[in-house]
């Protein structure tokens, strides 16, 4: 699959079903035959009984669809253990270019704490903007209140933890920050790839390994 030998890969520009069916039925008028589609999609702010709707949507014409149950694809990177040994890695390889002799001994869990809970109203905000709307079509029985004070209980639950948290904050924002830390207090930055490099098995989060088996999967159905 990381070849991309049997498939294409075409952004959407952001959440953007209307275009991605557009595209296929387009790609398949101009070849006259039927094309296989998979969709992926960040999950943004959206709520679980929107997520199940748009993938039963999704379904009537797409072979596979995933709507991420964290915020954005960048918010599986948010291991702070992982992160840790990144940030390790490329302290010693920045005192083996300038032979200084620097120990990391900083806490990634504790500065993820710090620039998250800078996050916390805004991220309230947006979701009592974009959700009720949507719900209040789903719901419309409930009370706009209602409604904001279901928004605010589900909220509340998953802040309070700093790993369920993690999959709801801002997760491009998130590491934006972090770098601007460790540039200041370590002269070091970490990039996506080297995440992911210093991951353990058993830290990958199970939702990604379930949909590169399910990309590879989809990959390898021959078309007629």
Request: charged share 30%; net charge neutral.
């Amino acid at each position: 699959m990381a070849n991309r030998s049997r498939f294409a890969v075409v952004p959407a520009g952001g959440f953007n079903p209307a275009k991605a069916k557009a595209f296929k039925e387009g790609v398949e008028e101009t070849l006259g035959a039927k094309i296989s589609a998979a969709l992926v999609f960040d999950r943004d702010y959206r709520s679980n009984a929107e997520v199940t709707e748009q993938l039963t949507a999704f379904r009537k014409y797409c072979d596979y669809a995933h709507i991420h149950s964290r915020k954005e694809l960048e918010n599986f990177l948010l291991v702070p253990e992982a992160i840790d040994r990144a940030i390790r890695k490329r302290v010693i390889e920045r005192n083996e270019r300038t032979g200084e002799k620097a120990i990391y001994s900083d806490s990634v869990r504790k500065q993820l704490e710090a620039i998250t809970a800078g996050m916390k109203n805004h991220l309230l905000g947006q979701l009592l903007t974009q959700r009720p709307s949507v719900e209040e079509k789903s719901k419309p029985d409930n009370h706009r209140s209602t409604i904001a004070t279901n928004i605010l209980a589900e909220f509340d639950n998953k802040w309070i933890d700093l790993d369920s948290r993690l999959q709801i904050v801002h997760g491009k924002d998130v590491l934006t920050a972090l770098n601007d830390y460790l540039q200041t207090n370590w002269q070091v930055s970490i990039t996506a790839t080297q995440i992911i490099d210093a991951m353990q098995l058993d830290e990958i989060p199970n939702e990604m390994k379930d949909i590169v088996y399910a990309l590879t999967k989809f990959c390898e159905v021959k078309q007629e």
